[in-house]
């Protein structure tokens, strides 16, 4: 199969370089890896954000990214790239030329709309069947940032026109469902594949990061406010109150010191969180840092928390999974799937320090509960979150939107015989 991945603002070599990855990043770059092992032709679309980028990065033998000219060649935030998907749209029909692809798939909505553009081009009437995975829906950070949403307005109304023009939806977990349903969308044309996690890196085994205190948490992820690392903030001082004093609470994620300067202003806002509650000597914020050290900093932690507002898929659970370390996490979007219940880690309700506090406590006072949890959370991980399982449901969704693109094609073509 000739397959076209379209990613606009999260380049694949991002993930491959480390420490500029995000969740789609890492998604597109792994899927897109498992996907050509499995001998299929993969090509990844992504907007040109840098003058120096080459126009085509060959990465294996049969997976390449092509860097397209939309917009300025340099960093644009990715709520301000709607007005050049029109662009981007030209630079993959024109790679394509009369070779087009089995199967285009986009990721998140704008990648969508350059998808659906592309895929519609050519005198032959005929459309390049089109997958869709969203990575976040727009209704749901509208629910939950309110007035802090940066999403161009024009969002509210084209995403769902990309959920019902795409020929088949990959919904990352069973919560996404309802809410494109909400959206009128119909579930019949929507498949499940969740993200994966990489098994080769991220494992039980090998060696784990020194910790300066008896006990250490872990928070990982970007510093946004959704990402409710100030609840953990916040739990610290309950975990003292329960005779749980010496605990370290390692946050990886957003510039490290650049908190202290005021550069970051997330990170400065929770380090001033840390100090008026008295537990800045507990707190360590070390920054972004390449993936490939990240497991012994996994293995090191007694329990990772995901505490987010709202999260659509989430990747750190499964890498601590992997790693066999129990999650708290908040009972939000794909964790509710991901993280089971007293089974692999244990939930939370969301923006709740007094239950995270409470879930902690219970975990760092039974080390046998964490690593039955640990244990449960690793063979959970490598049954059922496999890229090589990911790739072979994704390989499903295109044969589906594939076979259904031919029926469209074979009933025009009846009705216009019968004209």
Same mark, same amino acid.
């Given at each position: 199969m000739r397959i076209s991945m379209v990613s606009e603002h999260a380049s694949p070599l991002a993930a491959l370089g480390g420490v500029d990855a995000g969740g789609q990043n890492v998604h597109v770059a792994a899927l897109s890896t498992a996907l050509s092992r499995r001998?299929?032709?993969?090509?990844?679309?992504?907007?040109?954000? *840098?003058?120096?980028?080459?126009?085509? &990065?060959?990465?294996?033998?049969?997976?390449?990214?092509?860097? &397209?000219?939309?917009?300025?060649?340099?960093?644009v935030p990715k709520d301000e790239l709607l007005p050049f998907m029109g662009k981007l749209a030209d630079g993959i029909a024109k790679d394509w030329g009369s070779r087009r692809p089995d199967v285009v798939h986009g990721h998140f909505w704008m990648s969508g709309l350059a998808s659906l553009d592309a895929a519609r081009r050519g005198d032959s009437g005929l459309h390049v069947p089109m997958v869709q995975t969203f990575?976040?829906?727009?209704?749901?950070?509208?629910?939950?940032?309110?007035?802090?949403?940066?999403?161009? *307005? !024009?969002? !509210?109304?084209?995403?769902?026109? &990309?959920?019902r023009a795409a020929d088949r939806i990959i919904a990352t977990c069973s919560d996404e469902v309802f809410e494109l349903k909400a959206m009128g969308i119909n579930t019949g044309k929507i498949s499940i594949a969740p993200c994966g996690v990489d098994l080769d890196l991220f494992s039980a085994t090998g060696d784990s990061e020194a910790r300066p205190r008896t006990y250490r948490i872990l928070s990982v992820g970007r510093l946004v406010p959704r990402k409710g690392v100030d609840l953990v903030i916040q739990a610290l001082p309950l975990l003292r109150a329960a005779g749980f004093d010496d605990v370290e609470l390692l946050i990886v994620g957003g510039e490290g010191d650049a908190a202290?300067?005021? *550069?970051?202003?997330?990170?400065?806002?929770?380090?001033?969180?840390?100090?008026?509650l008295g537990v800045a000597n507990q707190v360590s914020l070390r920054g972004q840092l390449p993936r490939e050290v990240m497991p012994g900093i996994l293995r090191s932690a007694d329990a990772v928390v995901c505490t987010p507002w709202y999260e659509p898929f989430g990747i750190v659970p499964l890498e601590a999974m992997a790693c066999g370390v129990p999650v708290v996490a908040a009972a939000v979007g794909g964790l509710r799937d991901t993280v089971v219940d007293r089974k692999t880690g244990?939930?939370?309700?969301?923006?709740?320090?007094?239950?995270?506090? *409470?879930? &902690?406590?219970?975990?760092?006072?039974?080390?046998?509960?964490?690593?039955?949890?640990?244990?449960?959370? !690793?063979?959970?991980?490598?049954?059922?979150?496999?890229?090589?399982?990911?790739?072979? !449901?994704?390989e499903k969704a295109y044969q589906q939107a594939m076979a259904g693109n031919a029926a469209s094609r074979e009933l025009e073509h009846m009705k216009g015989a019968a004209l």
């Amino acid at each position: 199969m000739r397959i076209s991945m379209v990613s606009e603002h999260a380049s694949p070599l991002a993930a491959l370089g480390g420490v500029d990855a995000g969740g789609q990043n890492v998604h597109v770059a792994a899927l897109s890896t498992a996907l050509s092992r499995r001998g299929h032709h993969v090509t990844v679309y992504t907007r040109r954000d *840098a003058a120096d980028l080459p126009a085509r &990065v060959r990465i294996m033998p049969r997976l390449e990214v092509v860097h &397209v000219d939309a917009g300025p060649a340099k960093h644009v935030p990715k709520d301000e790239l709607l007005p050049f998907m029109g662009k981007l749209a030209d630079g993959i029909a024109k790679d394509w030329g009369s070779r087009r692809p089995d199967v285009v798939h986009g990721h998140f909505w704008m990648s969508g709309l350059a998808s659906l553009d592309a895929a519609r081009r050519g005198d032959s009437g005929l459309h390049v069947p089109m997958v869709q995975t969203f990575h976040a829906l727009g209704t749901v950070k509208r629910r939950h940032q309110g007035s802090q949403d940066t999403s161009p *307005a !024009e969002r !509210e109304w084209l995403e769902p026109y &990309v959920g019902r023009a795409a020929d088949r939806i990959i919904a990352t977990c069973s919560d996404e469902v309802f809410e494109l349903k909400a959206m009128g969308i119909n579930t019949g044309k929507i498949s499940i594949a969740p993200c994966g996690v990489d098994l080769d890196l991220f494992s039980a085994t090998g060696d784990s990061e020194a910790r300066p205190r008896t006990y250490r948490i872990l928070s990982v992820g970007r510093l946004v406010p959704r990402k409710g690392v100030d609840l953990v903030i916040q739990a610290l001082p309950l975990l003292r109150a329960a005779g749980f004093d010496d605990v370290e609470l390692l946050i990886v994620g957003g510039e490290g010191d650049a908190a202290v300067t005021g *550069a970051d202003p997330e990170g400065s806002r929770l380090m001033a969180l840390a100090e008026e509650l008295g537990v800045a000597n507990q707190v360590s914020l070390r920054g972004q840092l390449p993936r490939e050290v990240m497991p012994g900093i996994l293995r090191s932690a007694d329990a990772v928390v995901c505490t987010p507002w709202y999260e659509p898929f989430g990747i750190v659970p499964l890498e601590a999974m992997a790693c066999g370390v129990p999650v708290v996490a908040a009972a939000v979007g794909g964790l509710r799937d991901t993280v089971v219940d007293r089974k692999t880690g244990l939930h939370v309700p969301p923006k709740d320090p007094e239950a995270i506090a *409470a879930a &902690v406590a219970e975990l760092l006072g039974a080390p046998g509960l964490r690593s039955d949890l640990g244990k449960a959370g !690793e063979k959970r991980a490598r049954s059922r979150y496999s890229w090589d399982r990911v790739a072979a !449901e994704s390989e499903k969704a295109y044969q589906q939107a594939m076979a259904g693109n031919a029926a469209s094609r074979e009933l025009e073509h009846m009705k216009g015989a019968a004209l």
